[in-house]
């Protein structure tokens, strides 16, 4: 990450820092990190990548909001959550009897959101994989809309 890279995000964090009127001490324990670190973003000198994801936590952004940002400009929170998949449907997709290209493929899909078929039929994957990756999705019932995350492993909206 370049210089120019970190200052870009230190203002991006300060200025949302000051817009919710939080003191450092407070966005830092969200974070959690020290507030001697979340000064260290704000005035842009370097920190481990994973502290950015500590910012994210602590403004409810979105994971990887801060490197799209470094990307495309976009605000980070405009940036939409990934939905979350119940663990215990990764799980399910693990346990079944197929290829692991094949299990790869389901597991991105179920992780795509409301429409995993469209995400197996979007990848690279070979077409063989592909038309099982469909199969074990109707055996799943997880056509499209019909998987959903509990509220308890939803991510938090920011306030």
Known sequence: MTEDDRAAIGKLVERHRAALRLAVETVAARA?????????????????????????????WAPGAVLRFL?????????QPAPRVPRDLVQEVLDLDCKDAVKVL???????????????LDSDAP???????IRALRELKLTVGEQQAPEDVRPAKPA
């Open 71 to 79: 990307d495309t400009g976009e605000d980070p929170q405009d940036v």
């Open 106 to 120: 389901l597991v991105r899909a179920v992780r795509s959101g409301s429409k995993p078929v469209d995400a197996v």
């Open 127 to 133: 077409d063989g994989d592909k038309v099982a990756a």
């Open 32 to 60: 959690p990190m020290s507030a001697v670190t979340w000064t260290r973003v704000e005035k842009g000198l370097p920190v481990r990548l994973g502290t950015y994801g500590g910012v994210e936590t602590a403004f409810g």
